[in-house]
């Protein structure tokens, strides 16, 4: 099976940084998980519907790679994960705030289309 390789090499334009950064069918519903509180790949698992582990673990393991999450590991049996924001990742959840603002007054204005 063949994987869909991230296009981050050799970008100069930040948009598209930023834009290949959060793509992933998973990744905002995580960061809104973990800004609620939620911590563990378990939690991730019952707050988002019909997400795969392999997946999820995938999008999750990228996106400390990218800095918008911190991975702590605990040596207890059994094995515990935990992840939160970093900084970049909290300014991320700001911005994700800004964007369901503006998702808002699409809906607005596709009611008053309809």
């Known amino acids: 099976m063949q994987t869909k390789e991230r296009s981050t090499e050799n970008k100069i334009c930040p948009l598209e940084i930023a834009v290949n950064t959060i793509s992933g069918k998973w990744k905002i519903p995580i960061v809104w998980q973990i800004n609620e509180g939620k911590k563990r790949p378990s939690e991730f698992l019952k707050g988002i519907a019909k997400v795969d582990r392999r997946?999820?673990?995938l999008?999750?393991?990228e996106m400390v790679?990218?800095?918008i999450l911190i991975k702590q590991s605990f040596n207890e049996l059994p094995?515990?994960?935990?992840?939160?924001l970093t900084e970049t990742g909290k300014q991320l959840v700001e911005i994700l705030w800004k964007l369901n603002d503006w998702g808002k007054i699409l809906v607005s204005e596709n009611k008053a289309v309809i």
């Not at 094995?79 to 939160?84: A, D, L, W």
């Open 59 to 61: 999008q999750l393991n």
């Open 55 to 57: 997946v999820l673990n």
């Open 65 to 67: 790679e990218d800095g």
């Open 79 to 84: 094995p515990r994960v935990e992840y939160s």
